[in-house]
């Protein structure tokens, strides 16, 4: 492929080959040869003097997406929601969230460990949301028995399922009216953007903080954006240091998600549309459990026939499908996986369940 083009269209030959066709995660995303060429040609310098003119584009461009004052490019977003965390919350202070969000439940326990941040955690309803009276009742009263609650954490999409901006703002409204911090942990918040037609600054307008994953469904192999208001991400900056995240010629990686945000927002839909097609074909088979209200996003969750689950992944696998071990599967569609690739798992199953 000619690399002197600006942006030369992406290789179709990484996408569904065998052993690619992999639905542990929209994570496994591979850069393409435009997003590479676009990292060649970065511009880079010092991020950490502030001199890396590609990292401090993306953290502008990220900043105007979400409608917030500034904007700080972290490794992660274990990394990004941490530095939102330690800028919010002293030591004993509390952060509310729902029950298996990630920031609680997948992140190595951070708040706590770090920051020494009281994890406290609410049920989380059908649609990955929080109820305002379940954040009203977590708030603790002024009692020196008890930490002081200082942010509400909220997730969208959470399990692939979206939250409306009334949603999300009947939950920041309770925070608010206690004097709290809101953060919401948009990893995939473009998603929610793409399937709800919302920009996702309105999506973020609840949350002081907000993070977007680039190396999500948007297809750059490093980073998320954190955004809020300019003294929060400053401190979020130092946080960021701290946590060993100040990166120097960052540009190049950066220039990653930049071409995320530029060409991958708007080609979502096409794994959302997969998704659903592999959602509606596994629940055409005998003995699948498959919910079909959950898969709103890129995301489809099923439940293999007891019996022969185990025989049903060897088959699929032996067909060049990847997917996690286990009876309860989550299937995650994303860039690298074209229409045709959902063809070969769908098929794959079908052989599997059927023979
Ligand atoms: C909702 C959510 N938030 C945060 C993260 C953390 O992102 P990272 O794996 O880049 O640390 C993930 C990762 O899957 C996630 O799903």
């Known amino acids: 492929m000619a690399m002197n083009s600006a942006y030369p269209s992406a290789s179709a030959s990484q996408a569904n080959a065998p052993g690619l066709i992999d639905f542990r995660s929209d994570t496994v995303t591979r850069p393409d040869a435009a997003m590479r060429q676009a990292m060649m040609q970065a511009e880079v310098g010092d991020d950490v003097y502030g001199d890396d003119p590609t990292v401090n584009a993306?953290?502008?461009?990220?900043?105007?997406?979400?409608g917030k004052e500034a904007a700080v490019y972290c490794t992660s977003g274990t990394q990004a929601n941490l530095s939102a965390m330690?800028?919010?919350?002293?030591?004993?202070?509390?952060?509310?969230?729902?029950?298996?969000?990630?920031?609680?439940?997948?992140?190595?326990?951070?708040?706590?460990?770090?920051?020494?941040?009281?994890?406290?955690?609410?049920?989380?309803?059908?649609?990955?949301?929080?109820?305002?009276?379940?954040?009203?009742?977590a708030i603790k009263p002024d009692d020196?028995?008890?930490?002081?609650?200082?942010?509400?954490?909220?997730?969208?999409t959470m399990g692939g399922r979206?939250?409306?901006?009334?949603?999300?703002?009947?939950?920041?409204?309770?925070?608010?009216?206690?004097?709290?911090?809101?953060?919401?942990?948009?990893?995939?918040?473009?998603?929610?953007?793409?399937?709800?037609?919302?920009?996702?600054?309105?999506?973020?307008?609840?949350?002081?903080?907000?993070t977007i994953c680039?190396?999500?469904?948007?297809?750059?192999?490093?980073?998320?954006?954190?955004?809020?208001?300019?003294?929060?991400?400053?401190?979020?900056?130092?946080?960021?240091?701290?946590?060993?995240?100040a990166m120097r010629q960052a540009g190049v990686l950066a220039a990653c998600g930049l071409y995320a945000?530029?060409?991958?927002?708007?080609?979502?839909?096409?794994?959302?549309?997969?998704a659903r097609r592999l959602a509606q074909g596994l629940a055409e088979l005998p003995g699948f459990e498959i919910d079909l209200e959950s898969c709103q996003t890129n995301m489809v969750f099923a439940r293999l026939p007891s019996g022969?689950?185990?025989?049903?992944?060897?088959?699929?696998?032996?067909?060049?499908?990847?997917?996690s071990h286990g009876r309860n599967l989550r299937l995650v569609c994303h860039k690298d996986i074209t229409s045709d690739g959902v063809d070969i798992a769908l098929q794959a199953f079908q052989q599997a369940a059927t023979s």
């Open 261 to 274: 945000l530029e060409h991958n927002v708007e080609r979502l839909a096409e794994d959302h549309a997969n």
């Open 162 to 210: 979206v939250q409306s901006v009334a949603r999300l703002e009947a939950a920041a409204a309770v925070a608010r009216r206690h004097g709290l911090s809101v953060h919401l942990d948009g990893a995939r918040l473009m998603n929610a953007s793409v399937a709800l037609g919302v920009s996702a600054k309105d999506l973020a307008a609840c949350a002081d903080t907000v």
């Open 86 to 137: 330690l800028s919010h919350c002293q030591r004993g202070e509390e952060i509310i969230a729902g029950h298996g969000y990630h920031v609680l439940a997948a992140e190595a326990g951070g708040c706590a460990a770090l920051g020494g941040i009281v994890p406290c955690a609410i049920p989380t309803g059908a649609d990955g949301g929080l109820d305002p009276d379940d954040i009203e009742a």
């Open 214 to 245: 680039l190396s999500k469904g948007l297809g750059a192999p490093v980073g998320t954006v954190l955004a809020g208001p300019a003294d929060v991400i400053a401190r979020a900056r130092r946080q960021r240091k701290l946590l060993g995240g």
């Open 58 to 66: 993306l953290e502008a461009k990220a900043a105007g997406l979400l």
């Open 144 to 156: 020196p028995h008890c930490p002081i609650s200082r942010l509400i954490s909220l997730e969208n």
């Open 308 to 323: 022969n689950w185990e025989t049903i992944l060897d088959h699929v696998g032996e067909a060049g499908v990847t997917i």
